[in-house]
């Protein structure tokens, strides 16, 4: 076996171990992938289930950010990388941001990023989960490709917002996953409504996700308002403290 097929075995064998490993993906930037990511993972881990996330986003790394792990180093052993456990519900989690000093990017071409991620799924020690979710960076670049030929996946969440424009880029991502065979099991709407604080008011802005769900015969999982408490949570790490859950009653 050359250097290839080994690291190939490798990352099989560690997939096994966990029961639905699902993408949450977009094409488009700053749709809230992460905070859709993050609000799944720990949905699933309050109902009991032990939950991984990768974040996949090299150049723009922001789980740890959302749960306040910014500061914290993963621990090597013999088996591999530790995962760093989320504060509340031990969700595992992994991203380059904790192998990179605060404020540095990473500056690598495609062909690096794509090694990297695959030694992050071969020598990261998960352990048995029920879930793997994995926050995609945006685009259809070279880390959806290596996420889609390297792990088997059980599906692709779609991030979507009301606008036309989204609408256009993530349709450009469902027939991505359609062509490298990755099942999309839905479309989260994101910033679906506008949730006043003060005055209660509600407003939808656009249809685009709506169409686009329509058009490809795609269920719409679940509604997330633009909301201010969510990005006060986001922004000061507390997303485990979030006490809304918008993927009541689904499991993927
Ligand atoms: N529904 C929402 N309400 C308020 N703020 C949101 C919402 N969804 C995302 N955000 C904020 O928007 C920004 C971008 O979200 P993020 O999840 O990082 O997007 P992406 O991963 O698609 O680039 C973050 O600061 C996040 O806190
Ligand atoms: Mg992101």
């Known amino acids: 076996m050359d250097n290839a097929d080994e690291l190939e075995a490798i990352i ?3 997939m096994k171990q966990i029961k639905r490993k699902i993408a949450v993906m977009s094409g488009k930037g700053g749709v809230g992938k992460s905070t859709v990511a993050a609000l799944l993972a720990v949905h699933l881990a309050k109902k009991g289930y032990l939950v991984g996330l990768l974040d996949a986003d090299f150049l723009g790394p922001s ?4 749960f306040g792990l910014e500061r914290r180093k993963p621990l090597s052993s013999i088996d591999g990388i530790d995962p760093v456990l989320s504060t509340k519900y031990a969700i595992r989690i992994m991203s380059i941001q904790f192998m990179t000093p605060e404020g540095v990017a990473v500056i690598w071409r495609g062909p690096m990023i794509s090694k990297v991620l695959r030694d992050y799924l071969a020598h990261v020690s998960w352990g048995r989960l029920d ?9 259809t670049g070279d880390v959806p490709i290596t ?3 390297e792990v088997p996946l059980d599906g692709v969440i779609m991030v979507a917002t009301p606008h036309d424009l989204t609408a256009s880029i993530v ?6 996953a359609r062509t490298m065979n990755s099942e999309v099991i839905g479309i989260v709407e994101n910033m679906s409504y506008f949730k006043c604080p003060d ?9 685009g996700a709506d169409l ?3 058009k490809y015969g795609l269920e ?4 997330i308002p633009l909301e201010e408490k969510l990005s006060v949570f986001c922004d000061s790490g507390l997303i485990e403290e979030y006490d809304e859950d918008y993927f009541e009653g689904y499991l993927p």
Not at 63 to 66: A, C, S, V
Not at 171 to 176: D, G, K, L, Q
Not at 199 to 207: E, L, N
Request: hydrophobic share 45%.
């Open 212 to 214: 686009l769900a329509k």
């Open 171 to 176: 349709e450009r991502a469902i027939n991505m």
């Open 63 to 66: 789980i740890p950010k959302l």
């Open 220 to 223: 719409i999982i679940a509604k």
């Open 131 to 139: 879930y793997l979710i994995i926050d995609m960076p945006p685009g």
């Open 147 to 149: 996420v889609m030929q």
């Open 12 to 14: 099989n064998s560690k």
């Open 199 to 207: 005055c209660g008011r509600i407003a939808k802005f656009g249809k």
